[in-house]
């Protein structure tokens, strides 16, 4: 086993995932909705109050933790906005509504800690509420984009049939974007919940969702620091 594995190479390259703002944004979300999972199994099926609590607070300690690698993340998306070179109008769009709505989820969510914590003077619930519902719209405008390229995608398999190289690229682009949209399910899961328009929006499930989305967004994550 140690012959097929570099420990070298094995730790420059977990340096250069936690390096990164978002390997180790997925790595806390692991553990943040990991112990909402674990807060919820303890307090709803062990009728365990005081150790569900106890996971409740690591999921609250974490969660606000993570708020501080979002600030000023609305300027990425506000760049993106400015290097759009999507030419299809619908497409097109969906995009400049997707940046959009994440601009102001990051934006909003932002100004939610600021108020949290008295820096400034404003309703941090408020603005956490508003925060999740601009990721809601733009979590559903990403999905649907993606789908319409997942389709699009398995009818150009089809038409590559033969073609090697050119039905190998096709495939690695729709496995990219099967995870794409499993993974913005996920946060529909969570995002609706936290704004209670979720019918099965409950801690369990919203915990599974969060540790689902954060385990597939770190394996690519990985893939890409080689």
């Not at 299809?88 to 600021?114: D, E, H, Q």
């Not at 956490?128 to 699009?152: N, P, Q």
Request: aromatic share 12%; proline share 2%; with cysteine.
């Amino acid at each position: 086993m140690s012959a097929l594995i570099d420990p070298t190479a094995l730790t420059e390259r977990l340096c250069k995932f936690l390096a990164s703002t978002d390997g180790r944004d997925k790595l806390y979300k692991f553990f943040h909705y990991g112990s909402k999972f674990l807060g919820w199994w303890f307090t709803i099926l062990l009728r365990n109050q005081a150790t569900g609590d106890y996971w409740y607070n690591i999921d609250r300690t974490i969660s606000e933790g993570r708020k501080l690698l979002r600030a000023l993340k609305f300027i990425e998306e506000i760049h993106k906005l400015r290097t759009l070179k999507e030419t299809r109008p619908l497409f097109l769009l969906g995009s400049i509504c997707k940046c959009t709505f994440m601009a102001l989820y990051y934006f909003f969510n932002n100004l939610s800690y600021l108020a949290g914590h008295k820096i400034i003077d404003a309703n941090a619930p408020k603005h956490m509420r508003t925060s999740l519902y601009c990721w809601l719209i733009a979590l559903l405008f990403a999905l649907a984009m993606d789908v319409a390229l997942y389709r699009e995608n398995k009818r150009s398999q089809q038409k590559a049939k033969g073609k090697k190289e050119e039905l190998a690229y096709l495939k690695t682009q729709g496995s990219a974007l099967q995870l794409a949209i499993i993974r913005e399910i996920a946060n529909i899961q969570i995002s609706s919940s936290l704004v209670d328009i979720n019918p099965i929006g409950n801690n369990g499930l919203t915990g599974l969702a969060g540790m689902l989305e954060a385990a597939l967004g770190a394996y690519q994550i990985w893939n890409r620091v080689k």
